[in-house]
């Protein structure tokens, strides 16, 4: 997992039919669509604007190490071209595979790939109706439906991941969504998830793989934990251990290309965001929603090129890093992450202080501080080494109370041009 847990911050793609009600990818559900009128959305389907280079480039300047693609979603639709579907980008009037370029893009900007793949489909003739479907609540289709073998749509399943393995070269990780075990639900005996895993490890025995095929008690069955639109508290354990995790979240409130959603997070809680996940050991995927054109739509593009500016300067507080260990402690206002291969401890300050800042755990163990955004020397008198003392500045008598686990920075008064400013601390 070593290319995954060092890369942290990876660009989710959520893009399919839905992109043109534009009204959430879970539309043709919320609002009881049938296939026939859900059609429409097919038979108009043409993103004539579509250049993946732009998508990876885009990805890349705002410091994405990795990918991931609704290569099918709820709705059943591919953007692959696929022998077992008539229900597919290369039928539509766009008619090309949209998958293969953008495979080819990303890797050429240096990312790695990654496939998302619906467990769900509410538009194959074999899913057994159940209580996400859209017609869930529909009587008189569930009693047309009542003969339909999901045997046969986890073959169709198999059929389908087989050749997103195999036609697009080495797939560094998958995404599958998602189990609902239950009553009128679905789980890993509806997906045969056990099954399908072996397969995917004969395939790419390299591959990362999510969690949601419901076989989280099976050893093997899951590489990382994907807690959804949600920051966890702390580095997320399973029976008390830390795991491999990431969180995936939206720019507002709708993964799928959305006009009229307002809740768009800022270029600033977004960095943040990132900064919090690092510091407790996770991964941010985060998602874009493209236009029914072909487009990440201006609100994307502001958000992407602000987190850029701020990763131009601040990467390696980033890439390659983790939680801090526990002796150093988070001040006030500020978050840590921390590189272990290069012992550099990063303090992201969230509001910057008044002149000085005070860290704790670190006396003695401070070689050279600096700003991140300029490499300039940030002065510090170290509480275990008085003859520091009076460096740039510093006044006789400063922290008279110093117990000697601390080490005092001396700030511009002035905040540093950058969202968050951030200390990178050279250990000794
Ligand atoms: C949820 C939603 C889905 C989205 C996914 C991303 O499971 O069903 O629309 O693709 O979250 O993790």
């Known amino acids: 997992m070593k290319w995954w847990t060092e890369a942290r911050f990876g660009m989710f793609i959520h893009w399919g039919l839905y992109a043109l009600p534009a009204r959430h990818e879970w539309v043709k559900n919320r609002e009881h669509i049938t296939d026939a009128d859900y059609r429409m959305y097919f038979d108009q389907f043409n993103p004539d604007l579509y250049n993946p280079k732009e998508w990876a480039r885009a990805a890349r300047a705002a410091g994405m190490k990795y990918f991931v693609i609704t290569t099918k979603h709820h709705d059943g639709f591919c953007l692959f071209d696929s022998k077992f579907t008539d229900y597919k980008a290369t039928a539509t009037p766009y008619g090309r595979d949209l998958i293969a370029p953008l495979v080819k893009a990303m890797r050429e900007e240096g990312l790695k790939v990654g496939f998302y793949y619906s467990l769900i489909d509410w538009h194959h ?200 260990p526990a002796e150093f402690l988070k001040p006030d206002n500020a978050l840590l992450t921390y590189n272990p291969s290069t012992k550099r401890l990063y303090v992201h300050v969230l509001e910057w202080p008044l002149g000085t800042m005070t860290l704790e755990g670190l006396g003695g163990k401070v070689r050279y501080a600096q700003l991140l955004n300029d490499a300039s020397e940030i002065a510090f008198k170290d509480a275990s080494n008085p003859r520091d003392l009076g460096y740039l500045g510093f006044l006789p008598g400063d922290r008279k109370d110093d117990d000697g686990g601390a080490v005092l920075l001396r700030l511009p008064v002035v905040k540093p041009n950058a969202e968050v400013p951030v200390i990178e601390i050279v250990l000794k």
Request: hydrophobic share 35%.
């Open 125 to 324: 003739p074999e899913y057994v109706v159940d209580r996400n479907h859209p017609q869930a609540g529909d009587a008189a289709y569930r009693e047309t439906a009542k003969g339909r073998d999901m045997k046969k749509y986890a073959a169709y399943m198999r059929d389908q991941v087989r050749e997103i393995l195999t036609n697009y070269g080495s797939i560094d990780c998958l995404f599958f969504d998602f189990s609902f075990p239950g009553p009128d639900g679905k789980g890993r005996a509806d997906w045969e998830s056990e099954k399908l895993l072996a397969m995917i490890r004969e395939l790419q025995p390299d591959i990362l793989i999510n969690d949601r095929l419901d076989l989280l008690d099976v050893p093997g069955g899951w590489d990382f934990r994907t807690p959804e639109q949600f920051m966890p508290k702390e580095w997320v354990t399973m029976n008390g251990r830390k795991v491999p995790w990431e969180t995936c979240q939206t720019f507002s409130g709708s993964w799928g290309y959305h006009r009229d959603e307002g809740t768009w997070k800022s270029v600033r809680q977004l960095v943040a965001m990132l900064i919090e996940v690092v510091s407790k050991g996770g991964n941010l995927l985060l998602n874009v929603g493209p236009t029914a054109r072909g487009v990440f739509d201006d609100r994307s593009m502001e958000r992407l090129e602000g987190i850029g500016r701020w990763m131009k300067f601040h990467d390696r507080a980033i890439t390659g890093c983790t939680q801090a």
